[in-house]
């Protein structure tokens, strides 16, 4: 069974910044795509960050600049340095993981989610 466990989140200014973790476990390899998503109230869960086996990293055009998506294979840890926060990132960031090929950039497309941590930029 794969769990994975989010922390960081927290309140913070405008222009500050905060770095979330993900930890893993339960998974049997060390190079899934891992993607960080979030969801503010009443709007869709959207992309962030999403990364695959190879280093290939890929952001959403309103974070590409600001955030970096790293990961710690050894320790199947995946994590998200977020820069320059603005008020627009408030919202509950998730951790997941796709267990088959591929690195898509869909929510949909992934299976295994972690139960989120809240980001609120004031």
């Known amino acids: 069974e794969v769990q994975l466990v989010e922390s960081g989140g927290g309140s913070v200014q405008a222009e500050g910044s905060l770095r979330l973790s993900c930890e893993s476990s339960?998974?049997?390899?060390?190079?899934?795509?891992v993607g960080w998503f979030r969801q503010a109230p009443g709007k869709e869960r959207e992309r962030v960050a999403t990364g695959d086996g190879y280093e290939h990293t890929a952001y959403a055009p309103s974070v590409k600049g600001r955030f970096t998506i790293t990961r710690d294979k050894d320790k199947h840890a995946v994590y998200l340095q977020m820069d320059s926060l603005k008020p627009a990132d408030t919202a509950m960031y998730y951790c997941?993981?796709?267990?088959?090929?591929?690195?898509?950039?869909?929510?949909?497309?992934?299976?295994?989610w972690g139960q989120g941590t809240q980001v609120t930029v004031s």
């Open positions: 997941a993981v796709r267990l088959n090929s591929g690195c898509p950039t869909r929510a949909r497309d992934f299976s295994e």
């Open positions: 339960g998974i049997t390899y060390r190079g899934p795509c």
